[in-house]
């Protein structure tokens, strides 16, 4: 848990901060919506009002997602995403927090 949600990957970088690493699987542009942009964005919403800058909240996404629903979440929404299918950059990410 943190806060009030469920995490599926708390991550505690090196500074202090907290990864709060949601991770998505979506069918179809219509339920990408839903995962990334209800759920995520939800989660997100709350921890930064209860951590404020403290938390970055992120997501791994796997399958089908439309291109404004990734651009709401990461423009507005303050969601770091990575892709399954490329772990690196979250690999990269958490290596040079913690180094």
């Known amino acids: 848990m943190v806060g009030a949600h469920r995490c599926d990957r708390p991550v505690r970088l090196r500074d202090g901060r907290l990864l709060a ?17 209800g759920d995520c964005g939800a989660k997100a919403a709350d921890w930064r009002r209860q951590f404020g800058e403290q938390v970055i909240p992120a997501a791994v996404l796997e399958g089908v997602y ?7 979440a990461q423009d ?12 690196q950059p979250l690999t ?3 290596t040079a927090a913690v180094a």
């Open 21 to 37: 690493i949601e991770c998505k699987v979506s069918n179809s542009t219509i339920n990408s919506r839903k995962r990334l942009n």
């Open 66 to 72: 439309s291109l404004g629903n990734l651009q709401e």
């Open 76 to 87: 507005r929404q303050g969601i770091t995403l990575f892709w399954a299918h490329d772990l």
């Open 92 to 94: 990269d990410f958490v």
